[in-house]
């Protein structure tokens, strides 16, 4: 079994976390009036060492949760998911 570094994680998870925000971007319901919460949209890495590779995709705006959850104007868990499911794909083939 071939060993991954953590640049090597980083950088598959870093890829398929900002196809992630670019499709939320691009398919969200809400009406776009300030471009804040797309805007805010984004995949950064938070942790990166030998032991452990930590990155996010997050909707950056205090209101994202009510977007989401309560108004149902974005895919974003089912597209959050998907992508974490194609991390783990990418990441396996490497192997």
């Keep these: 079994m071939q060993k991954l570094g953590p640049g090597a994680i980083e950088k598959v998870m870093l ?14 319901a809400y ?20 032991d452990l590779v930590v990155a996010e995709l997050r909707m950056g705006m205090r209101y994202a949760g ?6 149902e104007l974005s895919n974003f ?4 998911a998907n992508a974490a499911i194609e991390i783990l794909s990418a990441l396996r083939r490497l192997l």
């Design 15 to 28: 890829r398929h976390l900002r196809e992630a925000a670019e499709l939320e971007r691009s398919t969200h």
């Design 31 to 50: 009406q776009n009036r300030t471009h804040s919460l797309q805007n805010s949209t984004e995949a950064f890495p938070i942790i990166s060492s030998p």
């Design 66 to 71: 009510a977007i989401v959850h309560r108004f």
């Design 77 to 80: 868990p089912k597209i959050a």
